[in-house]
C-alpha cells in the first residue's frame, strides 16, 4: 500500500498569492496515475489534475501539476476566495483497488 | 451532463444491512468502470469498492472485502452497494464515482450512519 503524505496540512494565504501544495508518496508512483481533488466546505470532491499535470475539463490554468517518482506538487496561482477548499493528492493505478489518498491540504484564502 | 445520484443511506443499528444506489445519467454507462468512496472526519476519502465496465472484474478494500458487494444493473444506469454486518468505523458519507484516467465525476453522496 502506497501512503500519500501530504503538506502543509493547513495553508493561508491571501488573494493574488500563490500556494504551493505537496504530496510525497511511501514509495515511487507513475506520473500517470497521480492525481489532485478539490473538495469545497459541503461538496464533493471535484477533479483538477490527473496524469500528474493534465487538467480536467473546465479547470482554470491558474491550477498545475508536477512532480515524479515520490514528490508531486499542486500549484494554484493568483488566489481567488473561491480557491478555498481541502486539496487531496491520489494514487489511482495501476491496477484497479491501488487507489490511495492523502490526508488533504486545507487552503484557507484570508 | 454527467450526473450521479446516490441514494439509500441511513441510520442502521450495529449487525444490521443497508443497500446503496447510484442513478448515473448523462453518459454511456456500461463503458464506464465505477467505484465507491466513502470519507469520514477521521479517516478522510477512502476507496472501497470497484468494478469494471461489465462487472467482470470487481476488487474490495480489505476494510470492507468480505461484509460490502458491489454490483451494477447496465440497462438501468445503476450501481449498487450492499452492506452487510455495518459497524460503527463504516458510519461515513459514501460517494458513487466515475472512472476514467482518474475519478473524474463524483455523486453528492448518500450519508449512513451505524449506531445504536
Known amino acids: 500500500e502506497t501512503v500519500l503524505t501530504q503538506s502543509p496540512d493547513t495553508l493561508s494565504l491571501a488573494p493574488g498569492e500563490r500556494a504551493t501544495l505537496s504530496c510525497k508518496a511511501s514509495?515511487?508512483?507513475?506520473?500517470?496515475?497521480l492525481a489532485w481533488y478539490q473538495q469545497r466546505p459541503g461538496q464533493a470532491p471535484r477533479l483538477l489534475i490527473y496524469?500528474?499535470?493534465t487538467r480536467a475539463t473546465g479547470i482554470s490554468d491558474r491550477f498545475s501539476g508536477s512532480g515524479s517518482g515520490i514528490d508531486f506538487t499542486l500549484t494554484i496561482t493568483r488566489l481567488e476566495p473561491e480557491d478555498s477548499a481541502v486539496y487531496y493528492c491520489?494514487?489511482?493505478?495501476?491496477?484497479?483497488?491501488?487507489?490511495?489518498f492523502g490526508q488533504g491540504t486545507k487552503l484557507e484564502i484570508k | 451532463e454527467v450526473l450521479l445520484v446516490e441514494s439509500g443511506g441511513s441510520l442502521v443499528q450495529p449487525g444490521g444491512s443497508l443497500r446503496l444506489s447510484c442513478a448515473a445519467s448523462?453518459?454511456?454507462?456500461?463503458?464506464?468502470?465505477m467505484n465507491w468512496v466513502r470519507q469520514t472526519p477521521g479517516k478522510g476519502l477512502e476507496w472501497i469498492a470497484y468494478?469494471?465496465?461489465?462487472?467482470?472484474?470487481?476488487h474490495y478494500a480489505d476494510s470492507v472485502k468480505g461484509r460490502f458487494t458491489i454490483s451494477r444493473d447496465n440497462p438501468n444506469n445503476s450501481v449498487y452497494l450492499q452492506m452487510n454486518s455495518l459497524r460503527p468505523e463504516d458510519t461515513a458519507l459514501y460517494y458513487c464515482?466515475?472512472?476514467?484516467?482518474?475519478?473524474?465525476?463524483w455523486g453528492q453522496g448518500t450519508r449512513v450512519t451505524v449506531s445504536s
Open positions: 464515482v466515475r472512472y476514467y484516467a482518474s475519478f473524474d465525476y
Open positions: 448523462g453518459f454511456i454507462f456500461r463503458s464506464y468502470n
Open positions: 468494478i469494471s465496465s461489465s462487472g467482470g472484474a470487481i
Open positions: 514509495q515511487s508512483v507513475s506520473s500517470s496515475y
Open positions: 496524469g500528474t499535470s
Open positions: 491520489q494514487q489511482f493505478g495501476p491496477s484497479p483497488g491501488m487507489y490511495f
